[in-house]
C-alpha cells in the first residue's frame, strides 16, 4: 500500500469556507491548538518535471487551459502581473524559514494520453496510484487528471483531488531524509463539470451549500477545466511544501490543511463565505481572475497560507 499521509481538497473544506467565517486574506489564523507548523520532513528541492496523465476524453483546448498553466509556474518574473509564476514564487517562504537555499522550480515535463480508458470507467484510488506510476518517476511530480465521464472513488462525495507518494521503481527526487528516498509523489484531480460542479469549481458555479452568490465567469470558459486549475494549484502547493506527509501543514497528520487548504475559499482581499473576494474582471469577457499566464491565460488560483505572517496571502 502507498503511503497515505496527504491533503486532500475536500467538499468539507469547501463547505467550511461557504458556512463559517475561519480565514480571511490579510488575517491571522487565530486557532491557537491548530497552529501552521513545519514537522522536520523534507519539501520538494531543485528542478522537478510535472508530468502530466491524461485518463480520458480531453479536447486539445482543455489540455492547453492545463499544460499552459504548468508552463506558466516557471515563465519569467517580467510577464504581467499579477503572474502565476508569483503565485508559486511565494512558496519560497517556506524553505526560507527552514534555510534551505534550494527551492523547487516546476516545469512541464512529459504528458501520456490514456482516451480508451484502459482501466474503466469507474476507478478506485488503487488504480489512480497505477496511472500516476506509469510516467517517469525521476525528480517529478505525476498529475492524473480523470475525464468528466470517469467516476473516481470519493469524488464529489470527499474530495475533489489528492496527492500523496509513492514507492519508486526508479531513482527518485534526491532527498536528505533516506525515509523518503525510494518514493516519488502525484497528484490527482478530477474534471466536475458533469458530476459535482458545486462542490468543485466554485465560484465559477452555483455552491451546493452556503451562502449563494451568482457563479463568476470562468476566465478559459470551461467551468470544468477552470475548476481543475484550482484544485491542481492547491494540490501542487501542497505537495511542495508538505510531499511526504511530514512537511508544513496544520492540524492532525491524517487530515492535514496545507498551504492552500489552510485558507479555503479565499482568492483575493475582501474575501469572505461565499464571495471569493475582490477580484481582476476581464474587460472584454467579464471573466473573473487574479493572476496571468503563458499565451495570454488568466487563471483564478488560491491564496497560500504565508508561514512569516501566519495569515493567508493573496495576489490582488
Same mark, same amino acid.
Given at each position: 500500500?502507498?503511503?497515505?499521509?496527504?491533503?486532500?481538497?475536500?467538499?468539507?473544506?469547501?463547505?467550511?469556507?461557504?458556512?463559517?467565517?475561519?480565514?480571511?486574506?490579510?488575517?491571522?489564523?487565530?486557532?491557537?491548538?491548530?497552529?501552521?507548523?513545519?514537522?522536520?520532513?523534507?519539501?520538494?528541492?531543485?528542478?522537478?518535471?510535472?508530468?502530466?496523465?491524461?485518463?480520458?476524453?480531453?479536447?486539445?483546448?482543455?489540455?492547453?487551459?492545463?499544460?499552459?498553466?504548468?508552463?506558466?509556474?516557471?515563465?519569467?518574473?517580467?510577464?504581467?502581473?499579477?503572474?502565476?509564476?508569483?503565485?508559486?514564487?511565494?512558496?519560497?517562504?517556506?524553505?526560507?524559514?527552514?534555510?534551505?537555499?534550494?527551492?523547487?522550480?516546476?516545469?512541464?515535463?512529459?504528458?501520456?494520453?490514456?482516451?480508451?480508458?484502459?482501466?474503466?470507467? #469507474? +476507478?478506485?484510488?488503487? =488504480?489512480?496510484?497505477? /496511472?500516476? &506510476?506509469? %510516467?517517469?518517476? @525521476?525528480?517529478?511530480?505525476?498529475? !492524473?487528471?480523470?475525464?468528466?465521464?470517469?467516476?473516481?472513488?470519493?469524488?464529489?462525495?470527499?474530495?475533489?483531488?489528492?496527492?500523496?507518494?509513492?514507492?519508486?521503481?526508479?531513482?527518485?527526487?534526491?532527498?536528505?531524509?533516506?525515509?523518503?528516498?525510494?518514493?516519488?509523489?502525484?497528484?490527482?484531480?478530477?474534471?466536475?463539470?458533469?458530476?459535482?460542479?458545486?462542490?468543485?469549481?466554485?465560484?465559477?458555479?452555483? #455552491? +451546493?451549500?452556503?451562502? =449563494?452568490?451568482?457563479? /463568476?465567469? &470562468?476566465? %478559459?470558459?470551461? @467551468?470544468?477545466?477552470?475548476?481543475? !486549475?484550482?484544485?491542481?494549484?492547491?494540490?501542487?502547493?501542497?505537495?511542495?511544501?508538505?510531499?511526504?506527509?511530514?512537511?508544513?501543514?496544520?492540524?492532525?497528520?491524517?487530515?492535514?490543511?496545507?498551504?492552500?487548504?489552510?485558507?479555503?475559499?479565499?482568492?483575493?482581499?475582501?474575501?469572505?463565505?461565499?464571495?471569493?473576494?475582490?477580484?481582476?474582471?476581464?474587460?472584454?469577457?467579464?471573466?473573473?481572475?487574479?493572476?496571468?499566464?503563458?499565451?495570454?491565460?488568466?487563471?483564478? /488560483?488560491? &491564496?497560500?497560507?504565508?508561514?512569516?505572517?501566519?495569515?493567508?496571502?493573496?495576489?490582488?
Amino acid at each position: 500500500m502507498a503511503s497515505k499521509i496527504f491533503s486532500q481538497i475536500t467538499m468539507q473544506l469547501l463547505m467550511l469556507a461557504l458556512v463559517f467565517n475561519v480565514v480571511f486574506a490579510g488575517r491571522v489564523l487565530l486557532q491557537e491548538n491548530m497552529l501552521f507548523q513545519y514537522h522536520k520532513g523534507p519539501l520538494l528541492t531543485g528542478k522537478v518535471s510535472i508530468n502530466l496523465i491524461w485518463y480520458g476524453q480531453f479536447k486539445p483546448s482543455q489540455r492547453a487551459v492545463i499544460s499552459d498553466f504548468i508552463t506558466s509556474l516557471s515563465s519569467p518574473q517580467s510577464q504581467v502581473q499579477p503572474s502565476v509564476a508569483a503565485w508559486i514564487k511565494s512558496t519560497d517562504k517556506y524553505y526560507s524559514l527552514i534555510k534551505s537555499k534550494n527551492p523547487v522550480e516546476l516545469a512541464l515535463g512529459t504528458q501520456i494520453l490514456d482516451e480508451k480508458y484502459s482501466l474503466g470507467k #469507474p +476507478l478506485k484510488m488503487q =488504480q489512480i496510484e497505477q /496511472l500516476a &506510476a506509469k %510516467n517517469g518517476q @525521476v525528480n517529478a511530480i505525476n498529475v !492524473v487528471l480523470t475525464s468528466s465521464d470517469v467516476a473516481v472513488e470519493g469524488f464529489c462525495s470527499s474530495k475533489c483531488g489528492t496527492h500523496g507518494s509513492l514507492p519508486s521503481e526508479q531513482t527518485t527526487i534526491v532527498q536528505k531524509n533516506k525515509s523518503n528516498a525510494q518514493k516519488f509523489t502525484y497528484i490527482w484531480v478530477g474534471n466536475s463539470e458533469t458530476q459535482c460542479p458545486g462542490q468543485c469549481a466554485w465560484p465559477f458555479h452555483q #455552491p +451546493l451549500y452556503g451562502p =449563494q452568490s451568482p457563479p /463568476l465567469v &470562468a476566465p %478559459n470558459n470551461d @467551468v470544468g477545466m477552470d475548476g481543475m !486549475v484550482i484544485n491542481l494549484a492547491s494540490l501542487l502547493a501542497g505537495t511542495v511544501t508538505n510531499p511526504f506527509g511530514n512537511g508544513y501543514y496544520q492540524g492532525p497528520a491524517t487530515a492535514p490543511l496545507e498551504a492552500a487548504s489552510a485558507c479555503p475559499g479565499i482568492y483575493a482581499k475582501g474575501a469572505y463565505p461565499g464571495y471569493a473576494g475582490n477580484l481582476l474582471v476581464d474587460s472584454a469577457t467579464g471573466a473573473s481572475y487574479n493572476c496571468n499566464g503563458v499565451n495570454g491565460r488568466k487563471y483564478l /488560483l488560491p &491564496a497560500l497560507f504565508d508561514p512569516t505572517s501566519n495569515s493567508c496571502s493573496t495576489l490582488v
